[in-house]
Each structure stands twice: as C-alpha cells, then as structure tokens.
C-alpha cells in the first residue's frame, strides 16, 4: 500500500529503524514483531505434515526464515514505489513495514494521473514478479524439500498480496490506480480521491461480510475470518481518511488569505490589556486581531485571543499585552499571495493559532487558524 503524500514537517516514525535503501530511511513498526511470533508458533505448528523430516527446531527455524523473506519481498514492493516516485520527482520520506504489509510516505502528490497510475502499478508488478520468480524455483526443485517447499509457501504469499493490493480501492494500490484514472478522465484529482475512497469503503464492507459467512459456514480456521476481519478494518479507515482528504482538499480554492486575514490594532510592547481592550473597542473594527509592535513599530508578536480573554476584568489593567502573547517566530508569517495548498503546508510547518500576513513589506492582517478551519470545514 503507498499512501498520499503527507505534510512537509513530520515527527520521527515510531519503530525500529533498519538502514536505508537507495537513501531511503526503513522502519519497522514494533507491532510487526508481535504478528511475526504468532506466524511463527501457528506456522510450525502445522510444518509437521508438510516437512515430517524436520525436528521441531528445524520447523521453528523455516518458520523463522518464511517470516523474514515475506519482510523482504514487502520492503522490496515498497522500493518499488520509491524507484518510481522518484523517477518522476518525487521525494520519499520514508518506508514503513508494519503488521499488513507497509507503505511508502511521499513528501508531495503525483504531478498527473500518468505518474499516479504508474507509482501505484508498481508494487503489485513487483510482488507478482517476486511470486512468479518462487514458483519458478519451486516448479524446478524435488516437491519434498525445504527449500521448495519455503519457495512455493512464498510464490503463494506474493501473489496473494499483488492480486489483494489490485483490489480497486483506497488505501490500496488498486485504488489509488482508481484515483489516476478518474483524475485522468475528470482532470479533478480531490473528486478523483474521494471516489477512490469510496470504493475501498465498499471493498471494506465486502470483506467484512465474508468474514462473517466463513466465521458462521465454520468451513476454515478462525484465524481467517479474525484476518479479514482486521484487513476490513484497516482498509476502512484508510478510505475514510481518503474520503476526508478528498473533501477538504476540494475546497482549497476557497483559502484567500486577503479574505480571510482579520484587521489589526497595533499596540506598543507593555501596553496593560486593559488599555488594549480600550483601544480595540474604540477602533470599531469587526473581530480584530492585537499585534504588539517594539521601539521601532515592527510587529514582532501576536496576541492569542483565548489567553487575553480569560484574564479577569480587575487584572487586566496590571496586566502587560506581551504575557498573553506569541513572539513572532520564524514560519508564522504567510505572504497574501499564498495558494490554498501552500497556506496548508505552511500551517502543518510550523503550527500556530495566528499568523500575520503580509504583502511585499505592507501587512494584511492576521490569519486565525479558527478562520482557516471554519473554511475548510463549511
């Protein structure tokens, strides 16, 4: 699975961190080592019919070494979509492994359906090569040995994952293809990713109710019906969030910061709240912001609005403007000439509840992060 790209400043993964590939930094969720000693005790639990000459070392060590070779064949599925993103200029954050399976974390959208498409592709062709090439191995050896019997349990696992990350729906391969070709067909790639979304919603929904006719046909293990189950989960929740994503990022076109920057009154640095609430009153101006300017009539901090008004009335006129206010840092200034999409990067940069806005060496106003939400919400 490859997700969307996420925001420019991002925490350190959670996890354990494996090297890097092609300069790529790998991690490794912690829940993965839970899963994989589960796989190990259930699956040598069951080589005993599969390979009677092995001893039960002998069976926890294939059981052992499937489990590593299937982290291999992820990682590379997941190189596979960093080669391409790459080749088409995107940068690569990171590569996660996680319990199903792993993504790939880009730092900006495709550029166009084309590079979309082919970014999704990949990692399905990669497992279904990696699959191919185990059987092949497989169909070449005596059926009675480890080493065949390790190949074909991992030709069937990589073909098992090319066709299931086919499956048209976010946040899988299939669905992000899904994605390219509507963007390709509608030229609206937030309409392009909410139907996406959509579609996993379903496939999710599908899953489920498999789940349930295994679990009550009580034809297989229980184990396969808790899987789907956990798949279904898992891929609902990423199609939400596509859902989500799709739709917010459709009213983008509606982020003006010219619009939405509110008036300013200027007040000098250890000016008494009470004086600044004196003076807002008097300037008449709807809902404006405080900015508290030094020596030199810069505007070097903002006031935060909660802060200022949660000070009690007898307080205020010993109060300085500068303890309910935020020292203008680097990042909390926007241009007014800024797009949607760059005014949502720079808010996810560098995060705060205002932010001046300026124009050349004129200011604006001052953009609160409520506004901006109310906009994107409505």
Known sequence: ????????????????????VLGVPVYLRWSWLL????VVVLYAGVLDAMLPQLTLAGRYAFAVGFVLCLLLSVLLHEVGHAVVARHYGIRVRTIMLEVLGGYTEMEADSPHPRADLAVSAVGPIVSSVLGLVALGGYLSLPRDTVVSQLLFQLARANLVVAVFNALPGLPLDGGRAVRAVVWG???????????AGWLGRILAAALAVTAVTLLVSRDVSVLIPLLLVLLASTIWQGATIAIIQGRLLARLPR???RQLARPIVTVPTGTPLAEVIRRVVESGLAAPAVAVADGAGRIVALVHEESAAAVPPERRPWIPIDSVARTLEPGRTLTAEMSGEDVINAVRAHPAREYLVVSGADVVGVLRLVDLD???RT
């Open 1 to 20: 699975m490859t997700p969307d790209a996420g925001p420019p400043a991002q925490p350190r993964p959670s996890g354990i961190r494996l090297g890097r």
């Open 255 to 257: 982020v003006n910061l």
């Open 185 to 195: 067909l509608t030229g609206n790639r937030h309409t392009a990713t909410t139907v």
């Open 35 to 38: 899963l994989a000693a589960v």
């Open 374 to 376: 109310k906009v994107l």
